[in-house]
């Protein structure tokens, strides 16, 4: 149980477009999902976190019109990285709460974006 | 803001020795999470710690949460070829469900 899935697993696209990276708990209820940033060997940095109908709350130094999260339903949240550039290359990973749960936390499996 | 330190960055050890990361957050936490993350995955939960003083065990693994709830502590008994990857706490503080991922500690073993 418990199994958080993110599609695509990784994405390549050209300076300038967006990127939509979905994140979908598969068997349980996700009142609060979580969008995680990582460079190579470097620790998760949290980007925001979003909560079921609602706007997300986004950590300090993200830019929330670059980087717009949606999370509309209990299963799924959605990051969309517009208008992408290099150096937003990164290892995107999200978290889910499950519904009624206090602390635990559980990882979908990150997508690997490259901006060229 | 918050911000949440390990040492050592990296450890090399020969295979069957032991292994201790430390974790240390700038401000009380409510709790602690550790995890473990293979090279090329993600993480992957191991245990959380919420009581203070508290001790878990699991295997070779004994995780400690100290007293003043600012610190805790991965000690492996008797690394093994498996035990290779990063080791990341993660610390929330009363009143937020969000986690801050500390700085990890990169372990290998050498056979």
């Known amino acids: 149980g418990a199994v958080v899935s993110q599609h695509p697993s990784w994405v390549i696209c050209k300076s300038g477009t967006s990127v939509k990276i979905e994140c979908r708990s598969l068997?349980?209820?996700?009142?609060?999902m979580f969008w995680y940033r990582q460079f190579p060997k470097q620790s998760l940095m949290l980007m925001a976190t979003?909560?079921?109908?609602?706007?997300?709350?986004?950590e300090q130094g993200v830019e929330k019109d670059k980087f717009l999260i949606n999370h509309a339903s209990l299963t799924l949240s959605t990051l969309t990285v517009t208008s992408a550039h290099p150096e937003d290359s990164s290892f995107y990973i999200c978290?889910?709460?499950?519904?009624?749960?206090?602390?635990?936390?559980?990882f979908g499996p990150g997508t690997r974006l490259t901006v060229t | 803001g918050q911000q949440v330190m390990q040492i050592p960055q990296y450890q090399h050890v020969q295979e069957g020795e032991d292994f201790t990361t430390y974790c240390n957050s700038s401000?009380?936490?409510?709790?602690i999470q550790w995890y473990k993350q293979r090279p090329g995955g993600h993480p992957v939960f191991l245990i959380q710690?919420?009581?203070?003083?508290e001790v878990k065990k699991q295997k070779r693994l004994t995780f400690q949460f100290g007293e003043a709830k600012k610190n805790s502590s991965l000690h492996i008994t008797a690394t093994q070829t498996t035990d290779v990857g990063t080791y990341f706490c993660?610390?929330?503080?009363?009143?937020?469900?969000?986690?801050?991922f500390g700085t990890g500690t990169r372990l290998k073993v050498l056979a």
């Open positions: 978290s889910a709460r499950e519904l009624g749960q206090r602390y635990e936390q559980y």
């Open positions: 068997d349980f209820q996700a009142t609060t």
């Open positions: 979003s909560n079921e109908g609602s706007k997300a709350t986004y």
């Open positions: 401000t009380t936490l409510s709790n």
């Open positions: 710690l919420v009581k203070s003083g």
């Open positions: 993660a610390g929330s503080t009363s009143g937020t469900y969000k986690y801050i």
